[in-house]
């Protein structure tokens, strides 16, 4: 996984608190820069994609790793 | 990207319902849409300060209960006292076990992201409701200030 340079766990939290906590999280960070995301709800994959599109913020990564989902958001 | 709008109406003031518009909003807001939902009817009830919301079997045949009671279980008997305070009790600790937010959580998150939460005025004076009794920020509204904001939405929802 690329570097990041702010993490935020959402494990256990269930939609759409992942995605509403990634925006909190990315709007007091600076423009290029990469949030580390982690999540075990399964339709946060889908709503991470979404997000990305509609909001301009990059989506770097997003894969599955030791039954969680991990997602790389580039601040635009 | 010009900024996008929604619109919901909230006309249902039970715990289940109470979901709907709020995920939607909150939701929307962190999309980057210009959000309002105008509360009316039954809806009011999610303005409330003091959020007092239930859930019952009663009337909803699709509503999954405890070892698929909603099988077996006689309608009739859903009507009991205390059974609506017992299941309103088992979604709450099922939702909190799912990680899934509170109604007080996600409206705090709506406020938040600056969502227009406006109370229809007419419903307030048709059940003597106490503005006193709602949350901060609350507007009071008809429905022809809806229109102002729903006519120029990209999405309009009546929940």
Known sequence: MADFDEELDASGLNCPLPILRAKKALAGMDAGKVLHIIATDPGSVKDFEAFSKQTGNELMESKEEGGKFHFLIKKV | ?159
Do not use: H
């Not at chain 2, 039970?14 to 518009?21: K, M």
């Not at chain 2, 995920?23 to 409330?48: D, H, R, V, W």
């Not at chain 2, 070892?67 to 009991?80: D, H, N, Q, R, S």
């Not at chain 2, 600056?114 to 709602?134: G, H, R, S, Y």
């Open chain 2, 1 to 159: 990207m010009e900024e996008k709008k929604l619109a919901i109406i909230a006309t249902k003031g039970s715990l289940d319902w109470a979901y709907p518009p709020f995920i939607l909003a909150s939701t929307a807001a962190a999309l980057g849409y210009e959000t309002q939902i105008f509360f009316t009817f039954y809806g009011l009830q999610l303005c409330k300060k003091q959020l007092d919301l239930k859930v019952t079997p009663l009337g909803n045949p699709g509503m999954p209960m405890p070892m698929g009671m909603e099988k077996w279980f006689p309608v009739i008997l859903t009507a009991l006292p205390g059974m609506e305070a017992m299941m309103t009790a088992m979604m709450k600790k099922k939702m909190a076990d799912k990680g899934v937010a509170s109604v007080d959580e996600l409206r705090s998150l709506c406020v938040e992201a600056e969502v227009k939460l406006i109370a229809c005025q007419m419903t307030v004076d048709l059940f003597d409701m106490n503005p006193a009794d709602f949350i901060e920020g609350l507007e009071f509204a008809g429905a022809a200030a809806f229109f102002e904001f729903a006519g120029e939405s990209d999405i309009c929802l009546y929940i």
